[in-house]
């Protein structure tokens, strides 16, 4: 074999590779239950700040009018987890969001679960972390959310909290 067909075929290997990887990794957020059921927590719909949103590829499709009327951007931050959150042996998944307006920006935890009649994905109210929070880490454990923050003390010494969380039915409460 000559050395440029080695290296077309070497340079098609690595494009083939390359086009894979990228698929694999587009569908990285979607998660599949032991049935195959897909859950997409990047294109739900959530409840925060007394409105409802839309998420399209983990972005709200529209600028988002808060209580007080402003604009806000709400995105996911981060990356979604996945576990079971309500032991039905299926995957469900973990967001935080984050909801920006001219006075800051605030971080929720929120949950994507399975509508039982549609098998659809559905987002939970959000509950929020606070304002001027710093997420550092959410996962799954036991059935419930657990997010790690950072807040500023008066002093501004940084402390870090552990928020607990768990899904009844499709709604997301505070546990302990």
């Known amino acids: 074999m000559d050395m440029k067909k080695a290296l077309g075929i070497l340079l098609i290997l690595l494009i083939a590779g390359a086009v894979g990887y990228y698929f694999l990794n587009k569908?990285?957020?979607?998660?599949?239950?032991?049935?195959?059921?897909?859950?997409?927590?990047?294109?739900?719909?959530y409840k925060a700040e007394g409105g409802i949103f839309s998420m399209e590829n983990g972005t709200a499709k529209e600028k988002v009018n808060s209580m007080s009327g402003e604009a806000a951007e709400v995105k996911i931050?981060?990356?979604?987890?996945?576990?079971?959150?309500?032991?039905?042996?299926?995957?469900?998944?973990?967001?935080?969001?984050?909801?920006?307006?001219?006075?800051?920006?605030?971080?929720?935890?929120?949950?994507a679960v399975r509508d039982k009649n549609s098998q659809e994905t559905k987002g939970t109210n959000a509950l929020i972390l606070g304002e001027g929070v710093v997420p550092k880490?959410?996962?799954?454990?036991?059935?419930?959310?657990?997010?790690?923050?950072?807040?500023?003390?008066?002093?501004?010494?940084?402390?870090?909290?552990?928020?607990?969380?768990?899904?009844?039915?499709?709604e997301l409460r505070p546990s302990n």
């Open 27 to 45: 569908s990285g957020n979607l998660k599949g239950g032991e049935t195959g059921e897909v859950i997409d927590p990047l294109n739900a719909v």
């Open 77 to 111: 931050f981060g990356q979604p987890v996945f576990g079971d959150l309500n032991q039905d042996g299926k995957e469900e998944a973990a967001v935080i969001i984050s909801y920006k307006n001219k006075k800051g920006e605030a971080f929720y935890a929120a949950a």
């Open 137 to 170: 880490k959410i996962l799954i454990e036991g059935g419930k959310i657990l997010v790690s923050y950072e807040v500023k003390t008066k002093e501004l010494t940084p402390v870090i909290i552990v928020g607990r969380f768990r899904v009844e039915e499709t």
